[in-house]
Protein backbone atom coordinates (compact mmCIF):
# COMPACT_ATOMS: atom_id res chain seq x y z
CA UNK A 1 0.00 0.00 0.00
CA UNK A 2 3.30 2.14 0.31
CA UNK A 3 2.79 2.54 -3.16
CA UNK A 4 -0.59 4.10 -3.51
CA UNK A 5 0.05 6.77 -0.69
CA UNK A 6 1.68 9.70 -2.76
CA UNK A 7 -0.94 9.77 -5.41
CA UNK A 8 -3.47 9.47 -2.66
CA UNK A 9 -3.46 12.81 -1.14
CA UNK A 10 -3.41 14.08 -4.50
CA UNK A 11 -6.40 12.27 -5.58
CA UNK A 12 -8.08 13.52 -2.41
CA UNK A 13 -7.15 16.95 -3.01
CA UNK A 14 -8.55 16.78 -6.78
CA UNK A 15 -12.28 14.80 -5.75
CA UNK A 16 -12.46 17.68 -3.11
CA UNK A 17 -11.91 20.51 -5.71
CA UNK A 18 -14.17 18.70 -7.93
CA UNK A 19 -16.87 18.80 -4.92
CA UNK A 20 -16.66 22.39 -4.20
CA UNK A 21 -16.74 23.68 -7.55
CA UNK A 22 -19.96 20.96 -8.15
CA UNK A 23 -21.72 22.12 -5.44
CA UNK A 24 -20.32 26.38 -6.86
CA UNK A 25 -22.50 25.31 -10.11
CA UNK A 26 -25.35 23.68 -8.36
CA UNK A 27 -25.74 27.01 -6.53
CA UNK A 28 -25.17 28.81 -9.57
CA UNK A 29 -27.82 26.88 -11.73
CA UNK A 30 -30.31 27.61 -9.01
CA UNK A 31 -29.35 31.35 -8.78
CA UNK A 32 -29.94 31.53 -12.79
CA UNK A 33 -33.45 29.43 -12.19
CA UNK A 34 -34.41 32.15 -9.40
CA UNK A 35 -33.43 34.74 -11.89
CA UNK A 36 -35.37 33.75 -14.42
CA UNK A 37 -38.48 33.33 -12.52
CA UNK A 38 -37.92 36.75 -10.99
CA UNK A 39 -37.75 38.08 -14.33
CA UNK A 40 -40.85 36.56 -15.82
CA UNK A 41 -42.78 37.83 -12.23
CA UNK A 42 -41.67 41.04 -12.77
CA UNK A 43 -39.97 42.89 -15.71
CA UNK A 44 -37.85 46.00 -14.87
CA UNK A 45 -39.27 47.33 -17.86
CA UNK A 46 -42.21 47.36 -17.58
CA UNK A 47 -43.28 49.00 -14.40
CA UNK A 48 -47.34 49.25 -14.07
CA UNK A 49 -46.12 52.72 -11.81
CA UNK A 50 -44.11 53.81 -14.90
CA UNK A 51 -46.64 52.64 -17.28
CA UNK A 52 -49.70 54.85 -15.07
CA UNK A 53 -46.84 57.85 -15.49
CA UNK A 54 -46.83 57.35 -18.77
CA UNK A 55 -50.57 57.70 -19.07
CA UNK A 56 -50.51 60.78 -17.21
CA UNK A 57 -47.39 62.46 -19.25
CA UNK A 58 -49.98 61.41 -22.20
CA UNK A 59 -52.52 63.50 -20.94
CA UNK A 60 -50.53 66.28 -19.59
CA UNK A 61 -47.13 66.80 -21.90
CA UNK A 62 -46.25 69.75 -20.00
CA UNK A 63 -46.01 68.38 -16.74
CA UNK A 64 -42.71 68.80 -15.36
CA UNK A 65 -43.25 67.16 -12.51
CA UNK A 66 -45.07 64.09 -14.03
CA UNK A 67 -41.44 64.22 -16.60
CA UNK A 68 -39.16 64.38 -13.37
CA UNK A 69 -40.73 61.34 -11.69
CA UNK A 70 -40.39 59.70 -15.27
CA UNK A 71 -37.23 59.90 -15.77
CA UNK A 72 -36.13 59.03 -11.93
CA UNK A 73 -38.62 55.31 -11.80
CA UNK A 74 -36.69 54.67 -15.71
CA UNK A 75 -33.86 55.42 -14.43
CA UNK A 76 -34.27 52.51 -11.42
CA UNK A 77 -35.80 50.56 -13.97
CA UNK A 78 -32.69 50.79 -16.33
CA UNK A 79 -30.05 49.58 -13.33
CA UNK A 80 -32.13 46.72 -12.75
CA UNK A 81 -32.48 45.82 -16.35
CA UNK A 82 -28.59 45.47 -16.70
CA UNK A 83 -28.12 44.31 -13.31
CA UNK A 84 -30.21 41.67 -14.79
CA UNK A 85 -27.92 41.84 -17.78
CA UNK A 86 -24.77 41.79 -15.82
CA UNK A 87 -26.17 38.68 -13.25
CA UNK A 88 -26.80 36.82 -16.15
CA UNK A 89 -23.63 36.85 -18.19
CA UNK A 90 -21.70 36.65 -15.12
CA UNK A 91 -23.83 33.72 -14.01
CA UNK A 92 -23.37 31.69 -17.21
CA UNK A 93 -19.57 32.45 -16.87
CA UNK A 94 -18.89 31.04 -13.66
CA UNK A 95 -21.04 28.33 -14.35
CA UNK A 96 -18.75 27.07 -17.50
CA UNK A 97 -16.15 27.78 -15.46
CA UNK A 98 -16.72 25.35 -12.65
CA UNK A 99 -17.95 22.80 -15.59
CA UNK A 100 -14.50 22.55 -16.67
CA UNK A 101 -12.63 22.48 -13.34
CA UNK A 102 -14.94 19.07 -12.51
CA UNK A 103 -13.87 17.62 -15.78
CA UNK A 104 -10.36 18.76 -15.38
CA UNK A 105 -10.05 17.44 -11.54
CA UNK A 106 -11.87 14.50 -12.86
CA UNK A 107 -10.25 13.48 -15.93
CA UNK A 108 -6.45 13.94 -13.74
CA UNK A 109 -7.90 11.48 -11.09
CA UNK A 110 -8.66 8.85 -13.67
CA UNK A 111 -4.92 9.56 -15.07
CA UNK A 112 -3.35 9.02 -12.22
CA UNK A 113 -5.10 6.87 -9.82
CA UNK A 114 -3.32 3.03 -10.19
CA UNK A 115 -5.48 0.70 -11.29
CA UNK A 116 -6.73 -1.92 -8.97
CA UNK A 117 -6.35 -5.74 -9.78
CA UNK A 118 -9.33 -8.00 -9.72
CA UNK A 119 -9.51 -10.23 -6.97
CA UNK A 120 -9.37 -13.76 -8.21
CA UNK A 121 -12.35 -15.89 -7.55
CA UNK A 122 -16.30 -15.34 -8.12
CA UNK A 123 -17.02 -11.73 -6.96
CA UNK A 124 -20.33 -10.73 -6.92
CA UNK A 125 -21.12 -7.41 -9.13
CA UNK A 126 -23.80 -6.12 -7.05
CA UNK A 127 -22.28 -4.05 -4.85
CA UNK A 128 -20.10 -2.64 -7.76
CA UNK A 129 -23.25 -2.43 -9.70
CA UNK A 130 -25.26 -0.63 -8.28
CA UNK A 131 -22.48 1.75 -6.89
CA UNK A 132 -21.74 2.94 -10.80
CA UNK A 133 -25.95 2.70 -11.59
CA UNK A 134 -25.61 5.11 -8.68
CA UNK A 135 -22.94 7.76 -10.12
CA UNK A 136 -24.61 7.83 -13.46
CA UNK A 137 -28.01 8.90 -12.44
CA UNK A 138 -26.02 11.77 -10.16
CA UNK A 139 -24.23 12.91 -13.51
CA UNK A 140 -27.35 12.95 -15.42
CA UNK A 141 -29.29 14.83 -12.49
CA UNK A 142 -26.17 17.35 -12.42
CA UNK A 143 -25.65 17.31 -16.65
CA UNK A 144 -29.39 17.75 -16.86
CA UNK A 145 -29.59 20.79 -13.95
CA UNK A 146 -27.06 22.21 -15.75
CA UNK A 147 -28.81 22.21 -19.57
CA UNK A 148 -31.59 23.54 -17.53
CA UNK A 149 -29.98 26.20 -16.58
CA UNK A 150 -28.13 27.32 -19.16
CA UNK A 151 -31.31 27.16 -21.49
CA UNK A 152 -32.93 29.31 -18.92
CA UNK A 153 -30.30 31.94 -18.92
CA UNK A 154 -30.36 31.95 -22.67
CA UNK A 155 -34.19 33.06 -22.46
CA UNK A 156 -33.49 35.39 -19.52
CA UNK A 157 -30.67 37.13 -21.75
CA UNK A 158 -32.42 36.53 -24.82
CA UNK A 159 -35.67 37.96 -23.64
CA UNK A 160 -33.10 41.10 -21.72
CA UNK A 161 -31.78 41.49 -25.56
CA UNK A 162 -34.81 42.15 -27.24
CA UNK A 163 -35.93 44.31 -24.45
CA UNK A 164 -32.69 46.18 -24.98
CA UNK A 165 -33.58 47.21 -28.46
CA UNK A 166 -36.77 48.42 -27.49
CA UNK A 167 -34.69 50.34 -24.55
CA UNK A 168 -32.10 51.86 -27.04
CA UNK A 169 -34.95 52.82 -29.37
CA UNK A 170 -34.38 50.67 -32.24
CA UNK A 171 -36.21 48.48 -34.47
CA UNK A 172 -35.91 44.44 -34.73
CA UNK A 173 -35.90 43.98 -38.03
CA UNK A 174 -34.44 45.64 -41.70
CA UNK A 175 -38.13 46.60 -42.55
CA UNK A 176 -38.16 50.09 -43.83
CA UNK A 177 -41.77 50.11 -42.40
CA UNK A 178 -40.58 49.78 -38.89
CA UNK A 179 -40.77 52.64 -36.34
CA UNK A 180 -40.44 53.52 -32.81
CA UNK A 181 -41.47 56.31 -30.83
CA UNK A 182 -40.32 57.72 -27.13
CA UNK A 183 -41.11 60.35 -24.85
CA UNK A 184 -40.13 63.91 -25.08
CA UNK A 185 -37.18 64.24 -22.05
CA UNK A 186 -36.27 60.56 -22.33
CA UNK A 187 -33.24 59.32 -23.91
CA UNK A 188 -32.35 55.90 -25.46
CA UNK A 189 -30.47 54.51 -22.43
CA UNK A 190 -33.28 55.97 -20.31
CA UNK A 191 -36.41 55.64 -22.52
CA UNK A 192 -40.34 56.05 -21.99
CA UNK A 193 -41.38 54.05 -24.07
CA UNK A 194 -45.12 54.97 -25.67
CA UNK A 195 -45.55 52.72 -28.75
CA UNK A 196 -43.92 49.99 -31.88
CA UNK A 197 -45.48 50.46 -35.03
CA UNK A 198 -45.38 48.59 -37.62
CA UNK A 199 -46.05 47.62 -41.17
CA UNK A 200 -46.84 50.80 -42.40
CA UNK A 201 -45.19 54.93 -40.76
CA UNK A 202 -47.34 56.76 -39.42
CA UNK A 203 -46.69 60.10 -38.26
CA UNK A 204 -48.77 61.40 -34.69
CA UNK A 205 -50.22 64.86 -35.60
CA UNK A 206 -49.25 65.30 -31.51
CA UNK A 207 -46.05 64.60 -32.05
CA UNK A 208 -45.03 66.58 -35.08
CA UNK A 209 -46.29 69.98 -34.18
CA UNK A 210 -45.81 72.44 -37.62
CA UNK A 211 -45.75 75.49 -35.91
CA UNK A 212 -42.54 76.64 -34.99
CA UNK A 213 -39.98 75.99 -37.77
CA UNK A 214 -38.27 78.44 -40.04
CA UNK A 215 -39.51 79.11 -43.19
CA UNK A 216 -37.59 77.86 -46.62
CA UNK A 217 -37.00 81.81 -47.38
CA UNK A 218 -35.30 82.17 -43.57
CA UNK A 219 -33.47 78.85 -44.68
CA UNK A 220 -32.73 80.13 -47.41
CA UNK A 221 -31.24 83.32 -46.17
CA UNK A 222 -28.87 81.29 -43.45
CA UNK A 223 -26.52 79.07 -43.74
CA UNK A 224 -28.86 76.48 -41.37
CA UNK A 225 -26.38 72.90 -42.35
CA UNK A 226 -23.47 71.35 -43.71
CA UNK A 227 -23.16 72.61 -47.42
CA UNK A 228 -26.01 75.35 -47.07
CA UNK A 229 -29.83 75.07 -46.43
CA UNK A 230 -30.62 71.60 -48.77
CA UNK A 231 -26.92 70.47 -47.63
CA UNK A 232 -26.35 70.31 -51.67
CA UNK A 233 -23.41 72.97 -51.72
CA UNK A 234 -25.85 75.53 -53.16
CA UNK A 235 -26.30 78.98 -51.21
CA UNK A 236 -28.09 81.86 -51.96
CA UNK A 237 -25.97 84.52 -50.79
CA UNK A 238 -24.82 87.58 -52.79
CA UNK A 239 -21.87 90.25 -52.67
CA UNK A 240 -19.39 87.27 -51.74
CA UNK A 241 -15.76 88.48 -51.67
CA UNK A 242 -13.03 87.03 -53.56
CA UNK A 243 -10.11 88.71 -52.96
CA UNK A 244 -8.21 88.21 -49.05
CA UNK A 245 -5.34 87.33 -47.34
CA UNK A 246 -5.24 85.83 -44.14
CA UNK A 247 -1.71 86.32 -42.89
CA UNK A 248 -1.79 90.61 -44.01
CA UNK A 249 -5.06 90.89 -42.85
CA UNK A 250 -6.85 91.57 -46.08
CA UNK A 251 -10.47 91.48 -45.52
CA UNK A 252 -10.40 89.83 -42.74
CA UNK A 253 -12.84 91.21 -40.46
CA UNK A 254 -12.13 88.89 -37.62
CA UNK A 255 -10.35 85.76 -36.25
CA UNK A 256 -10.97 84.13 -32.97
CA UNK A 257 -8.97 80.92 -31.42
CA UNK A 258 -11.37 77.88 -31.31
CA UNK A 259 -11.66 76.40 -28.31
CA UNK A 260 -11.90 73.05 -28.84
CA UNK A 261 -10.41 70.64 -31.97
CA UNK A 262 -13.09 69.48 -34.69
CA UNK A 263 -13.78 68.71 -38.29
CA UNK A 264 -17.04 70.06 -38.63
CA UNK A 265 -18.05 73.27 -40.47
CA UNK A 266 -19.52 76.37 -39.19
CA UNK A 267 -23.52 77.17 -39.76
CA UNK A 268 -24.94 80.92 -39.66
CA UNK A 269 -28.06 82.03 -38.34
CA UNK A 270 -28.29 86.12 -38.79
CA UNK A 271 -26.14 87.05 -35.71
CA UNK A 272 -24.46 84.05 -34.62
CA UNK A 273 -21.97 81.33 -35.90
CA UNK A 274 -21.99 77.74 -34.51
CA UNK A 275 -19.31 75.07 -34.10
CA UNK A 276 -18.49 72.52 -32.02
CA UNK A 277 -15.86 70.71 -30.63
CA UNK A 278 -14.44 67.73 -29.00
CA UNK A 279 -11.21 65.97 -27.19
CA UNK A 280 -11.08 62.83 -24.75
CA UNK A 281 -12.40 64.85 -22.34
CA UNK A 282 -14.52 67.39 -23.08
CA UNK A 283 -17.09 67.58 -26.00
CA UNK A 284 -18.50 71.05 -26.38
CA UNK A 285 -20.61 73.59 -28.07
CA UNK A 286 -19.48 77.69 -29.23
CA UNK A 287 -21.47 80.39 -30.51
CA UNK A 288 -19.75 83.35 -31.84
CA UNK A 289 -20.98 86.69 -32.89
CA UNK A 290 -20.91 87.31 -36.45
CA UNK A 291 -19.96 90.92 -36.22
CA UNK A 292 -17.31 90.94 -34.00
CA UNK A 293 -16.50 87.06 -33.66
CA UNK A 294 -16.81 87.30 -29.96
CA UNK A 295 -17.23 84.31 -28.54
CA UNK A 296 -20.98 84.26 -26.52
CA UNK A 297 -21.04 81.10 -24.74
CA UNK A 298 -19.34 77.52 -24.46
CA UNK A 299 -21.71 75.08 -23.57
CA UNK A 300 -20.29 71.52 -22.59
CA UNK A 301 -22.30 68.73 -23.22
CA UNK A 302 -22.27 65.92 -20.51
CA UNK A 303 -23.76 64.12 -18.10
CA UNK A 304 -25.73 62.47 -20.21
CA UNK A 305 -27.63 59.30 -19.72
CA UNK A 306 -26.15 56.07 -21.42
CA UNK A 307 -23.12 57.75 -22.75
CA UNK A 308 -20.01 55.45 -23.02
CA UNK A 309 -17.44 56.67 -19.97
CA UNK A 310 -14.26 56.39 -22.24
CA UNK A 311 -14.08 58.33 -25.78
CA UNK A 312 -14.57 56.17 -28.93
CA UNK A 313 -11.56 55.54 -30.94
CA UNK A 314 -11.69 57.01 -34.12
CA UNK A 315 -9.52 58.08 -37.31
CA UNK A 316 -7.14 60.97 -36.86
CA UNK A 317 -8.67 62.76 -39.73
CA UNK A 318 -11.89 62.03 -38.22
CA UNK A 319 -11.88 63.21 -35.05
CA UNK A 320 -14.62 62.94 -32.44
CA UNK A 321 -16.75 66.34 -33.55
CA UNK A 322 -16.69 65.77 -37.73
CA UNK A 323 -20.45 66.11 -37.87
CA UNK A 324 -21.55 69.28 -38.62
CA UNK A 325 -24.31 71.43 -36.42
CA UNK A 326 -27.31 72.14 -37.46
CA UNK A 327 -29.85 75.19 -36.45
CA UNK A 328 -33.45 75.60 -37.37
CA UNK A 329 -33.35 79.35 -36.09
CA UNK A 330 -34.56 78.44 -32.61
CA UNK A 331 -32.27 75.85 -31.45
CA UNK A 332 -28.52 74.70 -32.66
CA UNK A 333 -27.85 70.91 -32.77
CA UNK A 334 -24.81 68.70 -32.44
CA UNK A 335 -24.01 64.94 -31.95
CA UNK A 336 -20.27 63.40 -31.54
CA UNK A 337 -18.23 60.57 -32.13
CA UNK A 338 -19.76 58.82 -29.09
CA UNK A 339 -23.18 58.95 -29.81
CA UNK A 340 -24.61 61.93 -27.97
CA UNK A 341 -26.92 64.16 -29.52
CA UNK A 342 -27.73 67.64 -27.87
CA UNK A 343 -30.35 70.33 -28.62
CA UNK A 344 -29.07 74.26 -27.29
CA UNK A 345 -31.43 77.34 -26.97
CA UNK A 346 -29.26 80.36 -28.71
CA UNK A 347 -28.64 81.48 -25.24
CA UNK A 348 -26.06 78.63 -24.64
CA UNK A 349 -29.02 76.49 -22.44
CA UNK A 350 -29.12 72.49 -23.15
CA UNK A 351 -33.06 71.94 -24.48
CA UNK A 352 -32.35 68.35 -24.24
CA UNK A 353 -30.11 65.55 -24.88
CA UNK A 354 -29.56 62.02 -25.31
CA UNK A 355 -27.27 59.20 -26.28
CA UNK A 356 -28.24 57.09 -29.70
CA UNK A 357 -25.79 54.25 -28.69
CA UNK A 358 -22.09 53.78 -29.48
CA UNK A 359 -21.76 54.33 -33.55
CA UNK A 360 -20.27 50.90 -34.72
CA UNK A 361 -17.73 53.02 -36.86
CA UNK A 362 -14.11 52.58 -37.38
CA UNK A 363 -13.43 55.48 -39.13
CA UNK A 364 -15.33 57.61 -36.17
CA UNK A 365 -19.14 59.31 -36.57
CA UNK A 366 -19.16 61.62 -39.30
CA UNK A 367 -22.86 62.50 -41.08
CA UNK A 368 -24.10 65.97 -40.26
CA UNK A 369 -27.38 66.80 -39.14
CA UNK A 370 -30.26 68.17 -40.81
CA UNK A 371 -34.03 69.32 -40.27
CA UNK A 372 -37.06 69.27 -41.78
CA UNK A 373 -39.81 71.26 -40.13
CA UNK A 374 -39.77 71.15 -36.64
CA UNK A 375 -38.08 67.48 -37.24
CA UNK A 376 -34.01 67.11 -36.05
CA UNK A 377 -32.52 64.08 -39.09
CA UNK A 378 -30.05 61.57 -38.16
CA UNK A 379 -28.17 59.69 -40.46
CA UNK A 380 -26.86 56.78 -37.98
CA UNK A 381 -25.54 54.27 -40.36
CA UNK A 382 -23.07 52.27 -38.56
CA UNK A 383 -22.03 48.55 -38.76
CA UNK A 384 -24.98 46.00 -39.11
CA UNK A 385 -27.61 48.15 -37.82
CA UNK A 386 -28.18 51.60 -39.69
CA UNK A 387 -30.87 53.26 -39.56
CA UNK A 388 -32.65 56.96 -40.16
CA UNK A 389 -34.33 58.68 -37.52
CA UNK A 390 -36.11 62.04 -37.00
CA UNK A 391 -36.61 63.92 -33.45
CA UNK A 392 -39.07 66.77 -32.64
CA UNK A 393 -36.71 69.40 -32.20
CA UNK A 394 -38.45 71.31 -29.31
CA UNK A 395 -38.73 67.61 -27.15
CA UNK A 396 -36.66 65.74 -28.38
CA UNK A 397 -39.51 63.14 -28.86
CA UNK A 398 -38.69 60.67 -31.63
CA UNK A 399 -40.79 60.76 -34.22
CA UNK A 400 -39.75 58.30 -36.48
CA UNK A 401 -37.38 55.82 -37.40
CA UNK A 402 -36.61 53.81 -40.42
CA UNK A 403 -34.00 50.92 -40.53
CA UNK A 404 -31.56 51.01 -43.48
CA UNK A 405 -30.30 47.86 -45.03
CA UNK A 406 -26.87 49.47 -45.57
CA UNK A 407 -23.40 48.75 -45.36
CA UNK A 408 -21.47 51.80 -42.32
CA UNK A 409 -21.01 55.07 -44.43
CA UNK A 410 -19.95 58.62 -43.46
CA UNK A 411 -22.19 60.57 -45.98
CA UNK A 412 -24.64 63.58 -44.82
CA UNK A 413 -28.17 63.49 -45.80
CA UNK A 414 -29.59 65.96 -48.55
CA UNK A 415 -32.90 67.62 -48.71
CA UNK A 416 -34.36 68.57 -52.33
CA UNK A 417 -37.85 69.50 -54.04
CA UNK A 418 -38.37 67.49 -57.07
CA UNK A 419 -41.30 69.30 -57.57
CA UNK A 420 -44.06 67.63 -56.75
CA UNK A 421 -42.48 67.04 -53.01
CA UNK A 422 -39.66 66.77 -50.75
CA UNK A 423 -37.15 64.08 -50.47
CA UNK A 424 -34.92 63.17 -48.13
CA UNK A 425 -32.07 61.40 -50.35
CA UNK A 426 -29.27 59.50 -48.05
CA UNK A 427 -26.03 57.50 -50.04
CA UNK A 428 -24.46 54.54 -48.45
CA UNK A 429 -23.34 51.01 -50.47
CA UNK A 430 -25.48 49.57 -52.09
CA UNK A 431 -27.27 52.31 -53.12
CA UNK A 432 -29.20 55.63 -52.81
CA UNK A 433 -32.50 55.79 -51.35
CA UNK A 434 -35.19 58.37 -50.83
CA UNK A 435 -37.35 59.09 -47.94
CA UNK A 436 -40.18 60.99 -47.09
CA UNK A 437 -38.92 63.73 -44.42
CA UNK A 438 -41.99 64.14 -42.20
CA UNK A 439 -42.69 60.00 -42.06
CA UNK A 440 -39.79 58.43 -43.08
CA UNK A 441 -41.29 56.14 -45.48
CA UNK A 442 -38.79 55.04 -48.25
CA UNK A 443 -39.87 56.44 -51.54
CA UNK A 444 -37.30 54.96 -53.98
CA UNK A 445 -33.82 53.59 -54.13
CA UNK A 446 -31.73 52.53 -56.67
CA UNK A 447 -28.29 50.60 -56.48
CA UNK A 448 -25.41 52.63 -57.75
CA UNK A 449 -22.15 52.93 -55.22
CA UNK A 450 -20.51 50.61 -53.20
CA UNK A 451 -17.33 50.76 -50.53
CA UNK A 452 -16.82 53.20 -47.65
CA UNK A 453 -18.91 56.10 -48.76
CA UNK A 454 -17.53 59.20 -47.71
CA UNK A 455 -19.01 61.95 -50.23
CA UNK A 456 -22.62 63.08 -49.79
CA UNK A 457 -25.10 63.51 -52.61
CA UNK A 458 -25.54 66.32 -54.68
CA UNK A 459 -28.43 67.47 -56.61
CA UNK A 460 -30.18 69.87 -59.45
CA UNK A 461 -33.12 69.93 -61.56
CA UNK A 462 -34.33 66.30 -60.93
CA UNK A 463 -30.66 64.58 -61.16
CA UNK A 464 -29.04 63.23 -58.05
CA UNK A 465 -25.56 62.82 -57.91
CA UNK A 466 -23.37 59.99 -56.03
CA UNK A 467 -19.71 59.08 -55.91
CA UNK A 468 -17.52 57.12 -54.00
CA UNK A 469 -13.56 56.30 -54.93
CA UNK A 470 -13.17 52.59 -55.83
CA UNK A 471 -17.08 53.04 -57.26
CA UNK A 472 -18.18 55.00 -59.91
CA UNK A 473 -19.91 58.69 -59.95
CA UNK A 474 -23.57 58.38 -60.96
CA UNK A 475 -26.29 60.34 -62.14
CA UNK A 476 -29.99 59.32 -61.37
CA UNK A 477 -32.93 60.29 -62.14
CA UNK A 478 -35.27 60.29 -59.17
CA UNK A 479 -39.01 59.53 -58.56
CA UNK A 480 -41.35 57.05 -58.01
CA UNK A 481 -38.88 55.04 -60.73
CA UNK A 482 -35.65 55.90 -60.50
CA UNK A 483 -32.92 55.34 -63.13
CA UNK A 484 -29.13 56.12 -63.64
CA UNK A 485 -28.84 58.31 -66.68
CA UNK A 486 -24.88 58.36 -67.46
CA UNK A 487 -21.56 56.69 -64.95
CA UNK A 488 -18.44 57.38 -64.64
CA UNK A 489 -15.30 55.93 -63.22
CA UNK A 490 -12.60 58.21 -64.38
CA UNK A 491 -12.42 60.48 -61.30
CA UNK A 492 -13.65 59.60 -58.06
CA UNK A 493 -14.43 61.31 -54.45
CA UNK A 494 -13.51 59.94 -51.27
CA UNK A 495 -14.20 62.70 -49.14
CA UNK A 496 -15.16 66.30 -50.50
CA UNK A 497 -19.32 65.91 -51.91
CA UNK A 498 -20.17 66.90 -55.27
CA UNK A 499 -21.74 69.63 -56.26
CA UNK A 500 -24.28 70.65 -59.19
CA UNK A 501 -25.77 73.84 -60.79
CA UNK A 502 -28.52 73.69 -63.40
CA UNK A 503 -25.86 72.35 -66.34
CA UNK A 504 -22.72 71.47 -64.68
CA UNK A 505 -21.50 68.93 -61.73
CA UNK A 506 -18.01 70.09 -60.15
CA UNK A 507 -16.52 66.74 -58.50
CA UNK A 508 -13.44 67.08 -56.70
CA UNK A 509 -11.06 64.60 -55.58
CA UNK A 510 -9.35 64.13 -52.14
CA UNK A 511 -6.09 64.00 -54.27
CA UNK A 512 -6.99 67.88 -55.35
CA UNK A 513 -8.35 67.66 -58.96
CA UNK A 514 -11.44 69.52 -59.95
CA UNK A 515 -13.70 68.17 -63.15
CA UNK A 516 -16.77 69.74 -64.51
CA UNK A 517 -19.11 67.53 -66.15
CA UNK A 518 -22.43 68.01 -68.39
CA UNK A 519 -24.88 67.47 -65.82
CA UNK A 520 -27.17 65.93 -67.96
CA UNK A 521 -24.95 64.00 -70.36
CA UNK A 522 -21.97 62.78 -68.15
CA UNK A 523 -19.54 64.48 -70.92
CA UNK A 524 -16.33 66.02 -69.14
CA UNK A 525 -15.64 69.57 -70.10
CA UNK A 526 -13.02 69.96 -67.99
CA UNK A 527 -10.19 68.81 -65.34
CA UNK A 528 -7.89 71.34 -63.03
CA UNK A 529 -5.28 69.78 -60.83
CA UNK A 530 -4.59 71.89 -57.97
CA UNK A 531 -1.57 70.24 -56.52
CA UNK A 532 -2.90 70.38 -53.04
CA UNK A 533 -5.63 67.81 -51.76
CA UNK A 534 -8.57 68.91 -51.35
CA UNK A 535 -11.03 67.48 -48.27
CA UNK A 536 -13.89 70.04 -48.33
CA UNK A 537 -16.58 70.32 -50.33
CA UNK A 538 -16.86 72.73 -53.38
CA UNK A 539 -19.42 75.37 -52.84
CA UNK A 540 -21.77 77.11 -55.54
CA UNK A 541 -22.32 80.89 -53.73
CA UNK A 542 -23.27 84.43 -55.88
CA UNK A 543 -22.88 82.59 -59.11
CA UNK A 544 -19.22 81.28 -58.59
CA UNK A 545 -17.83 77.84 -57.03
CA UNK A 546 -15.23 77.78 -54.38
CA UNK A 547 -13.04 75.23 -53.66
CA UNK A 548 -11.20 75.32 -49.97
CA UNK A 549 -7.74 73.34 -50.52
CA UNK A 550 -6.11 71.96 -47.20
CA UNK A 551 -2.85 74.69 -47.49
CA UNK A 552 -5.91 77.51 -46.83
CA UNK A 553 -6.02 78.35 -50.60
CA UNK A 554 -9.64 79.43 -52.23
CA UNK A 555 -9.43 78.49 -55.85
CA UNK A 556 -12.08 80.56 -56.68
CA UNK A 557 -13.55 80.05 -61.09
CA UNK A 558 -16.74 80.24 -62.97
CA UNK A 559 -19.40 78.45 -63.71
CA UNK A 560 -18.75 77.03 -67.16
CA UNK A 561 -17.71 74.54 -69.58
CA UNK A 562 -14.38 75.97 -69.68
CA UNK A 563 -12.10 76.68 -66.42
CA UNK A 564 -11.84 80.24 -65.92
CA UNK A 565 -10.23 80.83 -62.23
CA UNK A 566 -11.47 84.11 -60.67
CA UNK A 567 -8.72 84.30 -57.51
CA UNK A 568 -7.15 81.98 -55.10
CA UNK A 569 -6.91 83.96 -51.88
CA UNK A 570 -4.91 82.20 -48.95
CA UNK A 571 -6.27 81.78 -45.74
CA UNK A 572 -2.63 81.62 -44.31
CA UNK A 573 -4.09 78.45 -42.33
CA UNK A 574 -4.53 74.76 -43.49
CA UNK A 575 -8.25 74.03 -43.29
CA UNK A 576 -10.35 71.09 -44.32
CA UNK A 577 -13.75 72.50 -43.65
CA UNK A 578 -16.66 73.66 -45.75
CA UNK A 579 -17.06 77.52 -46.04
CA UNK A 580 -19.85 79.01 -44.50
CA UNK A 581 -21.57 81.71 -46.49
CA UNK A 582 -23.41 85.03 -45.31
CA UNK A 583 -24.10 87.83 -47.40
CA UNK A 584 -20.70 89.67 -47.84
CA UNK A 585 -18.95 87.07 -45.61
CA UNK A 586 -17.49 83.85 -45.84
CA UNK A 587 -16.69 82.28 -42.77
CA UNK A 588 -13.76 79.49 -42.80
CA UNK A 589 -12.77 77.14 -39.69
CA UNK A 590 -9.13 76.88 -39.70
CA UNK A 591 -7.01 74.14 -37.77
CA UNK A 592 -7.13 76.27 -35.43
CA UNK A 593 -8.93 79.69 -35.81
CA UNK A 594 -12.46 80.35 -36.82
CA UNK A 595 -12.16 83.69 -39.68
CA UNK A 596 -14.61 86.09 -40.92
CA UNK A 597 -14.15 87.27 -44.29
CA UNK A 598 -15.18 90.36 -45.90
CA UNK A 599 -15.36 93.22 -47.72
Request: charged letters at 20%.
Amino acid sequence: MEYFKPSAKLVGLLNRIALSAGLFAFVICLLILVNYYQLKRSDPLNSPALKVLVEKMRSNPDDEQVKLEIRELDLLARKAFFTNRWQIRTGGYLLIFSILIIVICLKTIELIKPKIPETPGSVTATFWSERLLNRKWITYTGISLVLVSVVFAYLTHDQLGDQLERVTGKTAGKSSNQVTMDLAGSTDENPAKVTTVESSIKTDSAIVNLDGYPSQQELNSNFPYFRGPFSTGLTFQKNIPTSWDGKSGKNIKWKTAVPLPGYNSPVVWNDKVFLAGANASKKEVVCFDVATGKILWETPIEKIPGSPAQSPKVNAETGLAAPTCATDGRRVYAIFANGDLAALDFTGKVSWSKNLGLPKNHYGHSSSLITYHDLLIVQYDQSGDANVMAFNGKTGQRVWETSRDVKVSWSSPILVNTGKRVELILVAEPNMVAYAPATGKELWRIDCISGEVGPSAAYSDGIAFSVNEYSKLAAVQVGDTPKVLWESDEFMSDIPSPVASANYLFLATSYGTMICYDAKSGNKYWEKDFGTPIFASPMIADGKVFALDKKGIMHIFRIDKTYTSISDPPLGESSVCTPAFADGRIFIRGDKNLYCIGK
